[in-house]
């Protein structure tokens, strides 16, 4: 199972971003998604999830800003990020637990190549 996200650049403080993150290969069944960011000198941290039945959970900093929904159809999570602050500036990551076919039934916590939102004040 293979993530591509796709989304992020350059904004300006209060602006709004998109973020899609899609899932590839031999896909039995993806539970759990999210987005990851991780900011220069920073611990990677979680900031938002959404579960197959769309049950969403958001980090405290970005609650009412940002908005996760997914795709099950499209295999695909997306984040909408609204009144973006500098602090938002970080390398995003999206990530999905997911179950593959390998000749076997194989589990995966599989992660995106990440990928730069910038905010400017």
């Known amino acids: 199972v293979q993530l591509q996200a796709s989304g992020g650049g350059l904004v300006q403080a209060g602006g709004s971003l998109g973020l899609s993150c899609a899932a590839s290969?031999?896909?039995?069944?993806?539970?759990?998604m999210g987005w990851y960011r991780q900011a220069p000198g920073k611990q990677r941290e979680l900031v938002a999830s959404i579960t197959k039945d769309g049950r969403t959970n958001y980090a405290d900093s970005v609650k009412g800003r940002f908005t996760i929904s997914r795709d099950n159809a499209k295999n695909t999570v997306y984040l909408s990020m609204d009144s973006l602050k500098p602090e938002d500036t970080a390398v995003y990551y999206c990530?999905?637990?997911?179950?593959?076919?390998?000749?076997?039934?194989?589990?995966?916590?599989?992660w995106g190549q990440g990928t730069l939102v910038t905010v400017s004040s």
């Open positions: 290969g031999s896909i039995v069944s993806i539970n759990a």
């Open positions: 990530n999905a637990a997911a179950t593959g076919w390998r000749k076997v039934l194989v589990e995966y916590d599989a």
